[in-house]
T-cell receptor, first 112, second 116 residues
């Protein structure tokens, strides 16, 4: 059973702090990893894609991937109240059986 | 603005009704998806179309019937639904999946379905 695990939270951080969201996955064949942000009642919005070990930065967001540890993380610098949402981690292995597997999401609350 | 458009945004239907959800994408993607999402749960894959052909049906009950008329359009026909089918229905599109990688999914805004 392929699984993606996330701490459901809520994760509460003060405005301006760094929020750290973590995700582990069970399928060693996973090669593609994504972070989605989902506001309550809205659809998931793609934040980051990462395919190689290491860090990938995009504005205030940094995704980190460690395939040996089967671990993906998302750092949000200078967190804003507007970042308050549920963050979904997804992993996929490509090919005919490599559908994306979503974690249950981590709820982030940024306090002003 | 999302480039994957879903209509209607909200739908209330009775258990004997027949209705359809519609999705259109203008991203040139050749893979399209239907997901179902219940409150506080992750999206749950229902169907995948690749090059307008149904490639994955995740054992979805036959009261849900997908259709892909062309590379830009995706429909989900609903008939004799149950109250437990009430959920947010999400359409997504992506580049076709490679041998060893997935392309990111781009979601529409969803249809909030209530079955009474």
């Amino acid at each position: 059973q392929k699984e993606v695990e996330q701490n459901s939270g809520p994760l509460s951080v003060p405005e301006g702090a760094i929020a750290s969201l973590n995700c582990t996955y069970s399928d060693r064949g996973s090669q593609s990893f994504f972070w989605y942000r989902q506001y309550s009642g809205k659809s998931p919005e793609l934040i980051m894609s990462i395919y190689s070990n290491g860090d990938k930065e995009d504005g205030r967001f940094t995704a980190q991937l460690n395939k040996a540890s089967q671990y993906v993380s998302l750092l949000i610098r200078d967190s804003q109240p507007s970042d308050s949402a549920t963050y979904l981690c997804a992993a996929g292995g490509g090919g005919s059986q490599g559908n994306l597997i979503f974690g249950k999401g981590t709820k982030l609350s940024v306090k002003p | 603005d999302t480039e994957v458009t879903q209509t209607p945004k909200h739908l209330v239907m009775g258990m004997t009704n027949k209705k359809s959800l519609k999705c259109e994408q203008h991203m040139g993607h050749r893979a399209m998806y239907w997901y179902k999402q219940k409150a506080k749960k992750p999206p749950e894959l229902m169907f995948v179309y690749s090059y307008e052909k149904l490639s994955i049906n995740e054992s979805v009950p036959s009261r849900f019937s997908p259709e892909c008329p062309n590379s830009s359009l995706l429909n989900l026909h609903l008939h004799a639904l149950q109250p437990e089918d009430s959920a947010l229905y999400l359409c997504a599109s992506s580049q076709v999946r490679g041998l060893n990688y997935n392309s990111p999914l781009h979601f529409g805004n969803g249809t909030r379905l209530t079955v009474t």
